[in-house]
């Protein structure tokens, strides 16, 4: 019989023997913080309704583009893996056929960072004792089905197993945040916080563009049919956010372009979009104009601009036809930040009211724009390694890159950006153990003391994400 499937106590720390030491010691400092996750994507319905995650299907593969988009590479089909149907192929709705050929594809994980959350979800939190395969997938699923069908594996029950001190959900700006309200009046509105998400509205060229901003404007109370009621509704929108407390507004456009229109331009640009004549060029110089808006808003009410540009959403169309946006065919391109930012820095970045902070997958530009923009505006903080780039040689380089002109101070510490539940323990894991290992080397180089470098740490995995995405002044 082979030895049970067990995770080595130093994954992930550095290999060499001199700095391994010092590692532990820094990782043993943190480990049991309590978890704050300030971004990411799972459904805040879950926390309303607090209902189970019914299989191991849909709890760790069906919503998981990281693991989703692997398997397709490999030959499989976003239907066979329960994501829809096409015209020439039914949905998977068996979820032990989704399974089995999850575990069949386990190779494949082989080297990226969906095997370490992965390994790390069904030994921690599951208890599995055996590898992923074709061989073992049906004990594994009875295993897991077993530990979701338990009562306090809930998400809210969660929160607490997990220690997760506060999460943050991503919500589209016309909401009404009424399941936040349920939340909240069950006692968890301190723990589970709305984050305004208005990119729909801002893009002008989409086809659902008007149909989404009659939507805002149901939500705000306001009749939208000038581009000034548009701004209004979004105010509107974004002070029920804050009331509800909210921290955050997010921005996944493709570019980082925030150059403002004049007042006229906009009102032109914006009323050719209602008419449907907008041409690709207005509709994109009006996204970054309303990205100067957003800026101006967020000086105004405190809540903290993200912006998650450079990536090419729904790069293949078929899926995009079949199964509609943001199903994992989505592909990284460079981005410029220097000059594109330059509008929101010269306006806010010495603003006491303005805080930003910018991610990218586009590593080249971490060293070059993000980290000397980061280690001069007090504004701007440098976001943690997303997407692409949080795996754990991405994220030493990373730290590698950055922090000599970013310095630790201007970071937002680790943000998980996830839908994927049960990963944010593990996704936290890593990035605490991956920044014990770049510490203790500066330790062990005699660039930081001991005591420094647990600091360091310690801010890195729960002060500075308090500190990005303190709550709004009043």
């Given at each position: 019989m082979s030895e049970p499937w067990t995770l080595h106590p130093d994954r992930a720390l550095p290999a060499d023997p001199a700095t391994r030491p010092v590692a532990r010691e820094i990782y043993a400092a943190v480990r049991a913080l309590p978890l704050v996750s300030m971004h990411g994507h799972v459904p805040v319905e879950w926390f309303a309704d607090d209902a189970s995650f019914g299989d191991p299907a849909q709890l760790l593969v069906v919503p998981d583009h990281y693991l989703t988009r692997m398997l397709v590479s490999q030959g499989e089909t976003l239907p066979r893996l329960g994501i829809g149907s096409t015209p020439g192929e039914d949905v998977e709705t068996d979820p032990r056929a989704i399974w089995r050929r999850f575990c069949a594809g386990w190779k494949h994980f082989r080297g990226t960072p969906t095997r370490y959350w992965l390994e790390h979800e069904l030994v921690e939190i599951f208890g599995v004792t055996q590898?992923?395969?074709?061989?073992?997938?049906?004990?594994?699923?009875?295993?897991?089905?077993?530990?979701?069908?338990?009562?306090?594996?809930?998400?809210?029950?969660?929160?607490?197993?997990?220690?997760?001190?506060?999460?943050?959900?991503?919500?589209?700006?016309?909401?009404?945040?009424?399941?936040?309200?349920?939340?909240?009046?069950?006692?968890?509105?301190?723990?589970?916080?709305?984050?305004?998400?208005?990119?729909?509205?801002?893009?002008?060229?989409?086809?659902?563009?008007?149909?989404?901003?009659?939507?805002?404007?149901?939500?705000?109370?306001?009749?939208?049919?000038?581009?000034?009621?548009?701004?209004?509704?979004?105010?509107?929108?974004?002070?029920?956010?804050?009331?509800a407390g909210a921290r955050a507004t997010d921005h996944g456009h493709l570019h980082a372009d925030t150059?403002?229109?004049?007042?006229?331009?906009?009102?032109?640009?914006?009323?050719?979009?209602?008419?449907?004549?907008?041409?690709?060029?207005?509709?994109?110089?009006?996204?970054?104009?309303?990205?100067?808006?957003?800026?101006?808003?967020?000086?105004?009410?405190?809540?903290?601009?993200q912006l998650h540009p450079g990536v090419l959403r729904d790069h293949a169309s078929a899926p995009l036809a079949a199964f509609g946006s943001d199903r994992g065919y989505d592909i990284?391109?460079?981005?410029?930040?220097?000059?594109?930012?330059?509008?929101?820095?010269?306006?806010?970045?010495?603003?006491?009211?303005?805080?930003?902070?910018?991610?990218?997958?586009?590593?080249d530009v971490y060293s070059r724009e993000l980290a000397p923009l980061a280690g001069v505006y007090p504004a701007l903080r440098l976001g943690a390694p997303w997407w692409f780039l949080d795996a754990p040689d991405a994220m030493r380089r990373f730290r590698e890159g950055a922090t000599?002109?970013?310095?630790?101070?201007?970071?937002?510490?680790?943000?998980?950006?996830?839908?994927?539940?049960?990963?944010?323990?593990?996704?936290?894991?890593?990035?605490?153990?991956?920044?014990?290992?770049?510490?203790?080397?500066?330790?062990?180089?005699?660039?930081?003391?001991?005591?420094?470098?647990?600091e360091v740490a310690i801010d890195l995995a729960y002060r500075l994400p308090q500190t990005a995405y303190a709550r709004p002044r009043p």
């Open positions: 590898r992923p395969s074709a061989g073992t997938a049906d004990a594994l699923y009875d295993q897991v089905a077993a530990r979701i069908a338990e009562p306090d594996f809930r998400p809210r029950a969660l929160l607490d197993s997990f220690g997760i001190e506060v999460i943050a959900t991503t919500d589209p700006a016309w909401s009404t945040l009424e399941e936040h309200a349920k939340v909240a009046a069950d006692g968890y509105g301190e723990r589970v916080l709305p984050t305004f998400r208005p990119d729909p509205l801002l893009h002008v060229d989409r086809p659902t563009w008007r149909d989404d901003v009659a939507r805002l404007g149901t939500a705000a109370g306001v009749e939208v049919a000038s581009y000034a009621t548009y701004l209004d509704a979004l105010r509107a929108q974004r002070a029920r956010f804050v009331a150059t403002p229109l004049a007042d006229a331009e906009a009102r032109r640009v914006f009323d050719a979009a209602l008419a449907g004549t907008v041409t690709a060029a207005e509709a994109r110089a009006f996204s970054g104009h309303m990205l100067f808006q957003m800026a101006a808003m967020s000086a105004e009410d405190g809540l903290v601009m990284p391109v460079v981005t410029e930040f220097t000059r594109a930012l330059r509008p929101v820095l010269d306006a806010f970045g010495h603003h006491p009211g303005f805080r930003m902070i910018a991610f990218t997958v586009d590593e000599e002109t970013a310095g630790f101070s201007n970071m937002s510490g680790f943000v998980d950006d996830t839908r994927a539940y049960c990963s944010i323990p593990a996704r936290h894991d890593l990035a605490r153990r991956v920044d014990a290992g770049y510490l203790a080397r500066l330790v062990v180089e005699h660039r930081l003391d001991l005591d420094e470098a647990v």
